[in-house]
């Protein structure tokens, strides 16, 4: 398949995000020589993968529950989740390369096994996914896009929320943590309209983060600045 003869199959798709910052180390080339490939999940967008292969989440992890954790920055969270919870596999999709050299050198530190990591759009990977295969999703401080204008570049919109139920498992969990207010609302109004139920009964369980939190460079940043994180956990409901 050639780009230049337009495909009425393949899904047209803005992406607003950075994808490269400042210029790589020697050593984050390296990582991403060395180690990225035999981290990825596989072919999952469509330049490589133009008929959609599913991915097989069994043969990925040899059979462990599935987690998912959509923008990771820098890694330190899915890092901290591979190493507490050998149990489980995880994907991590970052497009931000600089990041994703980050979460490399991580990887190679703590020695963790159980991660997949795709360097890009989590919709490409949604397209591969089996449905109902994610037992637990995390929405970390994700791209506030603060201009009113830009609100419907979020990840909590019908364009990204849609196909992320149809992956994650009836009663699967789905973590939002921002320090953004209106995110915060456009999240409570959002994400229960696709599938999704809040779980939060008293103040404390959106104040308080989870008992298994690590605290990121963007929350510590958020703090730093006078603003408040927000913890917010939500349950795929039955189809």
């Known amino acids: 398949m050639t780009h230049d003869t337009p495909d009425p199959e393949r899904p ?3 992406f607003y995000g950075r994808l490269k910052g400042k210029t790589l180390k020697a050593s984050q080339r390296r990582y991403l020589e060395e180690d990225l490939a035999a981290l990825s999940p596989g072919a999952v967008s469509w330049e490589d993968n133009p008929a959609r292969r599913p991915l097989d989440p069994d043969a990925l992890f040899g059979g462990k529950p599935v987690w998912l ?4 920055g820098g890694g330190e969270h899915l890092v901290h989740q ?3 919870n050998p ?9 931000y390369i600089n990041g994703v050299a980050m979460l490399l050198g991580k990887i190679r530190r703590a020695g963790v096994e159980n991660l997949a990591v795709h360097p890009g759009d989590a919709r490409d990977l949604f397209d591969v996914l089996p449905e109902a295969s994610v037992a637990r999703a995390f929405l970390l401080y994700p791209d506030p896009w603060p201009k009113t204008r830009h609100h419907r570049r979020r990840f909590v ?9 149809l992956v994650m498992q009836p009663g699967a969990l789905l973590r939002v943590a921002t320090d953004i207010e209106d995110y915060v609302r456009q999240t409570l109004e959002e994400v229960p309209r696709h599938g999704f139920e809040w779980l ?3 103040p404390a369980d959106w104040r308080e983060p989870w008992d298994d939190w690590l605290s990121t460079r963007y929350e510590q940043k958020a703090l730093r600045e ?3 994180p927000h913890y917010l956990t939500f349950r795929r409901m039955q189809a």
Do not use: K, M, Q
Request: charged content about 30%; proline content about 6%.
């Open 200 to 202: 939060a009964e008293r």
């Open 226 to 228: 006078g603003r408040v």
């Open 69 to 72: 954790e959509i923008g990771f």
């Open 87 to 95: 149990d489980v596999g995880i994907i991590g999709c970052e497009p």
């Open 12 to 14: 047209r798709r803005n």
């Open 82 to 84: 591979a190493a507490s």
């Open 157 to 165: 919109t019908e364009e990204h929320l849609v196909p992320l139920a």
